[in-house]
C-alpha cells in the first residue's frame, strides 16, 4: 500500500526516492543544518514532506547543477530553505549568478570520467564523507537500462578483482612475517 503523499517517510524511502544511498542523506544532515528529519527511538529518522524536497533540491544543486556543497550553503543562507525545497518541486530554476570558484565544481578538479561518483560512495561510505569535503560528484548522467546492466557488470568485476589482489597482498603479508 503506497503512503499518502503527506506521510512521514523512513531513510531508506527518501534514499530510494532520491536514487542516493543513505549515508549520503546522512552526511547532507552534517553539511546542511536545515534539513532535520525528526529522530525516534535508537535514532531512526523520519523525514516530512518538505525535508524531501530540501533533499530534492539540494540534490539538483549538487548533482545536475554542479554547485558545491560550499556553493548550496551559500544560496540557502542568500536564497533561504523555501526557494531551494521549490527547486526541489521542479518549481524554480536557479539562474546563474557570478560566483565564486569554490561555489560551482571545475570538471577538472575532479577529474571528468563522465560518471557519477555514486558507486564508488556506496562502497566506501566512511572515506566519502573525509572526501566529500573537498568537493561533490560531478553532475549525474542517465542511463537506459543496458548501459546500467554493463556497469553493473563491470563493477562486480571490478569487485572481484579487488578481492583477489587484497587475498594476494594478505597472504605475502603473512609470509614476510
Known sequence: MDKSPDAFRTISE?????????????????????????????????????DIELLKGIRTLLYGEGYTIKGVQRILRSEGVRSVEAIGRGDLTIARQPVDDDMV???????????????????????????????????????DAMQKGQLR???????????????????ADLDAG
Open 14 to 50: 527518501v534514499a530510494d526516492e532520491l536514487d542516493l544511498p543513505q549515508h549520503v542523506l546522512r552526511f547532507w544532515e552534517t553539511r546542511f543544518p536545515q534539513i532535520k528529519p525528526l529522530k525516534r527511538g535508537g535514532g531512526r529518522r523520519y523525514y516530512r514532506p518538505t
Open 153 to 171: 557488470a563491470a563493477l562486480d568485476e571490478l569487485r572481484e578483482c579487488k578481492r583477489v589482489l587484497d587475498n594476494l597482498r594478505r597472504d
Open 105 to 143: 565544481q571545475d570538471a577538472s578538479e575532479s577529474g571528468d570520467d563522465g560518471f557519477s561518483h555514486e558507486g564508488r560512495e556506496a562502497d566506501h561510505a566512511d572515506e566519502h564523507v573525509a572526501q566529500d569535503t573537498a568537493h561533490t560528484p560531478l553532475p549525474r548522467r542517465h542511463f
